[in-house]
């Protein structure tokens, strides 16, 4: 299971909390107490060693922070996070595929060492700095590589034979 994120918004700076009312506080998430209990076991500051653990407001907000930044990675503008690399890596030939959403665009890319799809988003407003710096493609001309690492079933049409059918010239 994927690690949650916990939004540090929800925890009042001065109160004190206790396991349940940590709990309750990320009830609709499934917070469940021992996780909070790992969260202490890791690091995470109580008022004192007695029973039950109460925890400050303000250091659960800065535990929460640091919680949730620990897996992030920062990339530039004319880099994608590849899930093969688990990093941030430049794109294959300056090669991108634009979808556009309701208040974004979404962009697909491929790799350039391990030819893997990339995802990323970005605002309506850098779609000229997009044309400008990259090669807009369709999605099948994304991945028309030469030497393919990956077996994939995306193949390129023909020119001459886009909207005929295979079983017509069987015939």
């Not at 634009?98 to 060492?113: D, G, H, P, T, W």
């Amino acid at each position: 299971m994927s690690k949650r994120l916990y939004s540090h918004k929800r925890v009042r700076y001065w109160y004190a909390y206790d396991i349940d009312d940590i709990c309750t506080t990320f009830s609709d998430l499934g917070l469940h107490p021992q996780t909070v209990r790992k969260w202490i076991k890791n690091g995470l500051k109580t008022i004192d060693a007695g029973k039950p653990a109460l925890v400050y407001g303000y250091d659960l907000i800065e535990y929460l922070k640091a919680n949730n930044s620990t897996n992030k990675c920062k990339t530039a503008f004319g880099e994608m996070y590849c899930m093969g690399y688990q990093d941030a890596r430049a794109i294959f030939k300056n090669v991108i595929s634009v979808e556009q959403k309701s208040q974004f665009l979404k962009i697909k890319a491929a790799c350039r060492e391990c030819k893997k799809p990339m995802f990323k988003s970005y605002k309506l407003s850098n779609f000229p700095a997009l044309r400008q710096n990259f090669k807009l493609v369709d999605v099948l001309e994304l991945y028309d590589f030469k030497t393919c690492i990956d077996k994939t079933h995306i193949h390129v049409q023909e020119q001459g034979n886009t909207n005929e059918s295979i079983q017509g010239e069987l015939f």
